[in-house]
Protein backbone atom coordinates (compact mmCIF):
# COMPACT_ATOMS: atom_id res chain seq x y z
CA UNK A 1 0.00 0.00 0.00
CA UNK A 2 1.69 3.16 -1.34
CA UNK A 3 0.83 5.86 1.28
CA UNK A 4 1.81 9.61 1.41
CA UNK A 5 4.89 9.06 3.13
CA UNK A 6 6.07 7.43 -0.40
CA UNK A 7 6.47 11.61 -1.26
CA UNK A 8 9.62 11.32 0.21
CA UNK A 9 10.94 8.96 -2.65
CA UNK A 10 11.44 12.77 -4.52
CA UNK A 11 14.67 14.39 -2.97
CA UNK A 12 15.24 18.35 -2.52
CA UNK A 13 17.33 18.84 -5.61
CA UNK A 14 20.90 20.32 -5.16
CA UNK A 15 21.58 23.81 -5.29
CA UNK A 16 23.59 23.44 -8.96
CA UNK A 17 21.01 21.83 -10.21
CA UNK A 18 20.35 22.77 -14.31
CA UNK A 19 17.81 21.65 -16.56
CA UNK A 20 19.63 19.00 -18.51
CA UNK A 21 20.39 17.61 -15.17
CA UNK A 22 16.40 17.78 -14.11
CA UNK A 23 15.28 14.91 -16.65
CA UNK A 24 14.08 14.96 -20.42
CA UNK A 25 10.32 14.22 -21.33
CA UNK A 26 9.41 13.79 -25.18
CA UNK A 27 5.82 13.37 -25.61
CA UNK A 28 4.20 12.18 -29.00
CA UNK A 29 0.90 13.96 -27.85
CA UNK A 30 -2.09 16.19 -29.25
CA UNK A 31 -3.86 16.73 -32.87
CA UNK A 32 -6.62 18.91 -34.10
CA UNK A 33 -9.11 19.05 -31.33
CA UNK A 34 -7.23 17.81 -29.09
CA UNK A 35 -4.42 20.10 -28.63
CA UNK A 36 -5.45 20.96 -24.62
CA UNK A 37 -4.07 16.59 -23.67
CA UNK A 38 -0.90 17.61 -24.97
CA UNK A 39 -0.96 21.08 -22.56
CA UNK A 40 -1.66 19.51 -19.87
CA UNK A 41 0.84 16.30 -20.45
CA UNK A 42 3.10 19.09 -20.83
CA UNK A 43 2.09 21.42 -18.30
CA UNK A 44 1.87 18.70 -15.53
CA UNK A 45 5.28 17.23 -16.82
CA UNK A 46 6.88 20.82 -15.84
CA UNK A 47 5.15 21.23 -12.63
CA UNK A 48 6.30 17.71 -11.57
CA UNK A 49 10.01 18.54 -12.13
CA UNK A 50 11.08 18.01 -15.44
CA UNK A 51 14.05 20.09 -16.89
CA UNK A 52 13.18 20.16 -20.34
CA UNK A 53 9.79 18.89 -22.11
CA UNK A 54 9.41 18.36 -25.81
CA UNK A 55 5.89 17.52 -27.67
CA UNK A 56 5.83 16.15 -30.62
CA UNK A 57 2.99 16.62 -32.46
CA UNK A 58 1.01 18.00 -35.68
CA UNK A 59 2.66 20.98 -37.04
CA UNK A 60 -1.18 22.99 -36.95
CA UNK A 61 -1.53 22.65 -33.09
CA UNK A 62 1.76 24.13 -32.74
CA UNK A 63 0.95 28.01 -32.03
CA UNK A 64 -1.86 26.83 -29.72
CA UNK A 65 0.47 24.68 -27.50
CA UNK A 66 3.52 27.44 -28.00
CA UNK A 67 0.73 29.64 -26.40
CA UNK A 68 -0.68 27.18 -23.55
CA UNK A 69 2.18 26.13 -22.31
CA UNK A 70 5.56 28.39 -23.14
CA UNK A 71 7.93 26.14 -20.93
CA UNK A 72 7.77 23.71 -23.70
CA UNK A 73 9.09 23.07 -26.92
CA UNK A 74 7.59 21.69 -29.97
CA UNK A 75 8.38 20.26 -32.84
CA UNK A 76 6.22 18.95 -35.77
CA UNK A 77 5.77 15.15 -35.87
CA UNK A 78 6.87 14.28 -39.06
CA UNK A 79 10.43 15.74 -37.99
CA UNK A 80 10.67 12.44 -35.85
CA UNK A 81 11.79 10.55 -38.95
CA UNK A 82 14.65 12.67 -39.28
CA UNK A 83 15.61 13.45 -35.65
CA UNK A 84 14.34 12.97 -32.52
CA UNK A 85 15.30 15.35 -29.79
CA UNK A 86 17.21 14.33 -26.49
CA UNK A 87 15.51 12.42 -24.15
CA UNK A 88 15.08 10.08 -20.69
CA UNK A 89 11.65 9.39 -21.14
CA UNK A 90 8.94 9.04 -23.90
CA UNK A 91 5.31 9.57 -22.85
CA UNK A 92 2.54 8.81 -25.80
CA UNK A 93 -0.60 9.17 -26.37
CA UNK A 94 -2.58 11.73 -25.20
CA UNK A 95 -4.91 12.84 -27.26
CA UNK A 96 -3.03 11.94 -31.01
CA UNK A 97 -5.87 10.45 -32.25
CA UNK A 98 -6.17 6.90 -33.71
CA UNK A 99 -5.71 7.84 -37.59
CA UNK A 100 -3.54 5.70 -39.52
CA UNK A 101 -1.16 8.76 -39.84
CA UNK A 102 -1.29 8.61 -35.84
CA UNK A 103 -0.46 4.88 -35.87
CA UNK A 104 2.75 5.54 -38.11
CA UNK A 105 4.33 7.85 -36.04
CA UNK A 106 3.80 5.91 -32.41
CA UNK A 107 5.27 2.95 -34.83
CA UNK A 108 8.00 4.67 -35.89
CA UNK A 109 9.14 6.28 -32.60
CA UNK A 110 8.66 2.95 -30.91
CA UNK A 111 10.54 1.25 -33.47
CA UNK A 112 13.63 3.02 -32.58
CA UNK A 113 13.19 4.31 -28.49
CA UNK A 114 14.83 1.75 -25.88
CA UNK A 115 12.64 3.12 -23.17
CA UNK A 116 11.72 3.82 -20.63
CA UNK A 117 8.35 4.55 -22.44
CA UNK A 118 5.24 5.29 -21.07
CA UNK A 119 1.38 4.80 -23.30
CA UNK A 120 -1.85 6.67 -22.44
CA UNK A 121 -4.97 7.11 -24.01
CA UNK A 122 -4.78 6.61 -27.41
CA UNK A 123 -1.66 4.83 -28.02
CA UNK A 124 -3.27 1.87 -25.48
CA UNK A 125 -6.52 2.23 -28.29
CA UNK A 126 -3.57 1.55 -31.25
CA UNK A 127 -1.71 -1.36 -29.16
CA UNK A 128 -5.22 -2.68 -28.66
CA UNK A 129 -6.08 -2.81 -32.69
CA UNK A 130 -2.45 -3.87 -33.89
CA UNK A 131 0.87 -5.00 -32.73
CA UNK A 132 3.45 -2.55 -31.71
CA UNK A 133 6.89 -2.74 -31.15
CA UNK A 134 7.23 -2.12 -27.25
CA UNK A 135 10.55 -1.69 -25.40
CA UNK A 136 11.07 -3.86 -22.46
CA UNK A 137 10.79 -0.75 -20.16
CA UNK A 138 7.39 -0.04 -21.16
CA UNK A 139 4.36 1.15 -18.23
CA UNK A 140 0.72 0.84 -19.71
CA UNK A 141 -1.80 3.23 -17.86
CA UNK A 142 -5.42 1.85 -18.69
CA UNK A 143 -8.41 3.18 -17.17
CA UNK A 144 -10.72 -0.02 -16.84
CA UNK A 145 -12.56 0.62 -20.35
CA UNK A 146 -8.98 0.67 -22.17
CA UNK A 147 -7.76 -1.91 -20.28
CA UNK A 148 -11.15 -4.59 -21.39
CA UNK A 149 -10.16 -3.25 -24.88
CA UNK A 150 -6.48 -4.44 -24.52
CA UNK A 151 -7.02 -7.58 -22.66
CA UNK A 152 -10.44 -8.18 -25.28
CA UNK A 153 -12.39 -8.96 -21.86
CA UNK A 154 -15.60 -7.37 -21.24
CA UNK A 155 -15.35 -4.66 -19.08
CA UNK A 156 -17.34 -6.25 -16.16
CA UNK A 157 -14.83 -8.50 -15.68
CA UNK A 158 -12.20 -5.53 -15.23
CA UNK A 159 -14.05 -4.05 -12.85
CA UNK A 160 -14.66 -7.07 -10.62
CA UNK A 161 -11.50 -8.14 -10.62
CA UNK A 162 -8.85 -5.19 -11.38
CA UNK A 163 -6.09 -6.92 -9.43
CA UNK A 164 -6.34 -10.02 -12.21
CA UNK A 165 -6.74 -7.70 -14.93
CA UNK A 166 -3.45 -5.52 -13.74
CA UNK A 167 -1.60 -8.96 -13.64
CA UNK A 168 -2.85 -9.93 -17.05
CA UNK A 169 -2.02 -6.76 -18.83
CA UNK A 170 1.62 -7.48 -17.27
CA UNK A 171 1.31 -10.72 -19.11
CA UNK A 172 0.02 -9.70 -22.33
CA UNK A 173 2.53 -6.81 -22.84
CA UNK A 174 5.55 -7.41 -20.94
CA UNK A 175 5.10 -4.45 -19.53
CA UNK A 176 4.10 -2.43 -16.23
CA UNK A 177 0.91 -1.67 -15.55
CA UNK A 178 -0.81 1.24 -13.70
CA UNK A 179 -4.49 0.25 -13.76
CA UNK A 180 -6.31 3.63 -12.52
CA UNK A 181 -9.88 3.73 -10.90
CA UNK A 182 -10.53 4.58 -7.54
CA UNK A 183 -8.45 2.42 -6.18
CA UNK A 184 -5.24 2.15 -8.86
CA UNK A 185 -3.04 -0.57 -9.17
CA UNK A 186 0.51 -0.67 -10.14
CA UNK A 187 2.18 -4.05 -10.83
CA UNK A 188 4.87 -5.35 -12.95
CA UNK A 189 3.65 -8.95 -12.71
CA UNK A 190 5.65 -9.77 -9.39
CA UNK A 191 4.72 -6.69 -6.92
CA UNK A 192 1.97 -5.16 -6.82
CA UNK A 193 1.86 -1.74 -5.32
CA UNK A 194 -2.08 -0.55 -4.42
CA UNK A 195 -2.63 3.42 -4.28
CA UNK A 196 -5.75 4.77 -2.71
CA UNK A 197 -5.69 8.32 -2.65
CA UNK A 198 -7.58 10.70 -4.83
CA UNK A 199 -11.44 12.27 -4.92
CA UNK A 200 -14.20 12.55 -7.23
CA UNK A 201 -12.64 16.17 -8.31
CA UNK A 202 -10.58 14.19 -10.33
CA UNK A 203 -13.48 12.91 -12.80
CA UNK A 204 -12.78 14.86 -15.85
CA UNK A 205 -11.20 14.99 -18.96
CA UNK A 206 -7.51 15.68 -18.52
CA UNK A 207 -6.86 13.80 -15.32
CA UNK A 208 -5.38 10.88 -16.84
CA UNK A 209 -3.43 13.47 -19.16
CA UNK A 210 -1.66 14.79 -16.21
CA UNK A 211 -0.90 11.43 -14.85
CA UNK A 212 1.22 10.84 -17.57
CA UNK A 213 2.69 14.27 -17.58
CA UNK A 214 3.88 13.66 -13.88
CA UNK A 215 4.68 10.01 -14.15
CA UNK A 216 7.17 11.35 -16.98
CA UNK A 217 8.95 13.76 -15.23
CA UNK A 218 9.48 11.35 -12.09
CA UNK A 219 10.59 8.56 -14.42
CA UNK A 220 12.78 11.13 -16.28
CA UNK A 221 14.85 12.37 -12.92
CA UNK A 222 17.09 9.99 -12.16
CA UNK A 223 17.23 11.18 -8.38
CA UNK A 224 13.48 9.73 -7.77
CA UNK A 225 13.44 6.60 -6.19
CA UNK A 226 17.09 6.21 -5.64
CA UNK A 227 18.28 2.78 -5.43
CA UNK A 228 16.30 1.42 -8.09
CA UNK A 229 16.77 0.83 -11.66
CA UNK A 230 14.69 -0.87 -14.44
CA UNK A 231 11.27 -2.45 -14.33
CA UNK A 232 11.14 -2.47 -10.40
CA UNK A 233 11.97 2.04 -10.81
CA UNK A 234 9.49 1.96 -13.48
CA UNK A 235 6.90 0.31 -11.09
CA UNK A 236 7.47 3.05 -8.02
CA UNK A 237 7.28 5.95 -10.39
CA UNK A 238 3.98 5.21 -11.79
CA UNK A 239 2.40 3.98 -8.39
CA UNK A 240 4.31 7.60 -7.12
CA UNK A 241 2.70 9.58 -10.02
CA UNK A 242 -0.84 8.30 -9.07
CA UNK A 243 -0.07 9.39 -5.27
CA UNK A 244 1.14 12.56 -6.25
CA UNK A 245 -2.19 13.30 -8.82
CA UNK A 246 -3.97 11.72 -6.16
CA UNK A 247 -3.00 14.20 -3.36
CA UNK A 248 -3.27 17.17 -5.68
CA UNK A 249 -7.23 15.86 -6.26
CA UNK A 250 -7.83 15.82 -2.84
CA UNK A 251 -6.41 19.54 -2.76
CA UNK A 252 -8.18 20.38 -5.53
CA UNK A 253 -11.16 18.92 -4.06
CA UNK A 254 -11.11 20.94 -1.01
CA UNK A 255 -10.17 24.02 -2.60
CA UNK A 256 -13.18 24.31 -5.64
CA UNK A 257 -15.71 20.87 -4.54
CA UNK A 258 -16.24 17.91 -6.17
CA UNK A 259 -17.66 19.36 -9.29
CA UNK A 260 -15.93 22.58 -10.32
CA UNK A 261 -12.00 21.24 -10.00
CA UNK A 262 -10.94 21.55 -13.20
CA UNK A 263 -7.58 19.78 -14.73
CA UNK A 264 -5.42 23.14 -14.43
CA UNK A 265 -6.40 23.13 -11.11
CA UNK A 266 -4.60 19.76 -10.20
CA UNK A 267 -1.79 20.41 -12.13
CA UNK A 268 -1.15 23.73 -9.79
CA UNK A 269 -1.51 21.98 -6.65
CA UNK A 270 0.98 19.82 -7.84
CA UNK A 271 3.39 21.68 -5.40
CA UNK A 272 1.67 21.96 -2.15
CA UNK A 273 1.44 18.40 -2.40
CA UNK A 274 5.33 18.04 -1.81
CA UNK A 275 5.34 20.85 1.14
CA UNK A 276 2.67 18.81 2.73
CA UNK A 277 1.71 15.45 1.44
CA UNK A 278 -1.17 15.37 3.91
Same mark, same amino acid.
Given at each position: ?22 G?V ?14 M ?8 G ?9 A?V ?22 I ?58 H ?20 A???? &????? @? =?? %? $?? !? #????? /??? +???? &????? @? =?? %? $?? !? #????? /??? +? ?8 ? =? ?7 R ?47
Amino acid at each position: LITADAMAWIPPRPADTHKGRAGRVLLLAGSMGMAGAAAMAAKAALRAGAGLVTVACPAEVIPVLQALVPNAMCVPVDSLESRIPPHDVLAAGCGIGQSDAAARALTGLLSREPGPVILDADALNLLAARRLPLPEACALTPHPAEAARLLRWPLADVLADPLAAALA &LTRAY @G =AV %A $LL !K #GHVSL /ASD +GETT &LIQRR @G =AP %A $LA !K #GGSGD /ALT +GIFAALCADA =AVCPGLSGRQRLLCTAALASLWLGLAGEQAQARFGDRSALTGDVIDLLSACLRSPG
